[in-house]
């Protein structure tokens, strides 16, 4: 699969072309929805809630990945083979790889945090902007801790035999103990953390059922959580055929043309086209950002830009002021804004917690009853809507 920088033999011109003419669209397809996708973000702040903060690392990962990456490889399957030299060739390899690492971590993190916000919906340690921030300083370390030992003599980044692209040497047995330090901390690590935040979740969800104590805002965390699975799953589906590859090449002895090498690496590469649709598709915050831009008119714009459910409840949780100078119910300040919350937890028809301003709580805490301001739609319940 790797390559010291020769021609390549036994490839057409037609699989240059081929590859040249994917490539682009991937190239462009990636640029425009993650440009969307930070245009939006910069453009509308009340997008930046602590999972959004995450998503937007995610899309300026993958969009560096179409500026800095994509129109390389399009050059080499013009030319029909590398023509940057050594020196690009081990700077190239090692962004796609710190990058595809940093994706994968960030969607781990993504997971992990779903299963909280459902299995401790009222915990004091719930994702916000800081930690969000220190989040996403952690996953870049971690991507350099996995992608960067090459770079200093442990393994290294060479040609790979289609000499379109570059990558780590998966064919040197003299470095193989690399390859299974970057597929343990790079692939195995990261599936493990998400296959187990997603079944504690559904196994949550289905006690919680059972019990009959599942409500909006659970309905709603869970819609997000459908949606970052499907992430999850587009960005595995498209690496792991150039993963399962990469594994038959180190320690399967297997000899594999460049012509067969190129498809896997093809869909790899397409893995950022992927998240923008699918949160764009599935995030009513995102879509009503969008149509308001478009000047579509969309009413249920305000209030889906509102339905950040974490942040209202880290508010609840900290006692936030906001919430503290609106008075319930006869007029008794005494109450904390936790009465807010449990009212809340218990009306069947709450809606998220950012709208906890907008309703008052009886003694008995047995029902919320809406103000004039009006109603939240059913349908719009959550960052997500399937």
């Known amino acids: 699969m790797n390559g010291e920088y020769a021609q390549p033999q036994h490839i057409s011109d037609a699989i240059y072309l081929g590859a040249a003419i994917v490539l682009s669209i991937i190239g462009i397809v990636g640029f425009i929805f993650n440009t969307c996708v930070i245009f939006i973000m910069i453009r509308d702040t009340r997008l930046w809630t602590p999972q959004n903060v995450i998503i937007f690392n995610l899309a300026t990962s993958d969009l560096a990945v179409s500026v800095l990456g994509n129109p390389v490889t399009l050059a080499a399957a013009i030319t029909k083979g590398w023509i940057f030299g050594q020196t690009i060739c081990v700077i190239y390899g090692f962004f796609m790889a710190l990058f595809g690492i940093a994706s994968i971590t960030t969607l781990t993190v993504l997971a992990y945090d ?43 980044y060479v040609n790979e035999s289609a000499n379109i692209s570059c990558s780590i040497d998966w064919e040197s047995g003299e470095h193989s103990n690399y390859v299974i330090y970057i597929f343990v901390f790079g692939l195995f690590l990261p599936v493990t953390v998400i296959i187990y935040s997603y079944v504690s979740l559904v196994v949550t969800v289905r006690k919680r059922a059972a019990e009959k104590i599942i409500g909006q805002a659970t309905k709603a965390e869970c819609r997000v959580a459908i949606m970052v699975a499907v ?30 090498s190129i498809i896997p690496a093809l869909c790899a590469k397409s893995s950022i086209c992927w998240n923008p649709i699918i949160y764009i598709g599935l995030n009513t915050q995102f879509r009503s950002a969008w149509k308001r831009f478009l000047n579509i008119q969309d009413t249920l714009s305000e209030v889906s830009l509102d339905a950040d459910i974490t942040t209202g409840m880290t508010k609840l949780m900290t006692g936030h002021q906001e919430l503290q100078a609106h008075p319930m119910n006869n007029g008794d300040a005494s109450h904390p804004p936790g009465l807010i919350m449990c009212c809340l937890a218990h009306d069947e028809h709450r809606q998220s917690a950012t709208y906890a301003d907008r309703y008052e709580c009886n003694l008995e805490m047995k029902s919320c009853n809406p103000q004039t301001l009006g109603r939240r739609p059913e349908t719009d319940i959550g960052d997500v809507s399937l």
């Open 231 to 260: 992430m999850i799953l587009a960005f595995l589906t498209a690496w792991m055929p150039y993963s399962v590859l990469a594994l038959m090449i180190a320690f399967g002895g297997v000899h594999i043309s460049p012509v067969v």
């Open 114 to 156: 779903r299963y909280l916000m459902i299995r401790y919906p009222f915990s004091s340690s719930r994702l916000t902007k800081e930690t969000a921030l220190y989040a996403i300083a952690g996953i870049w370390i971690y991507a350099f801790a996995v992608t960067g030992p090459p770079l200093f003599g442990w393994n290294r």
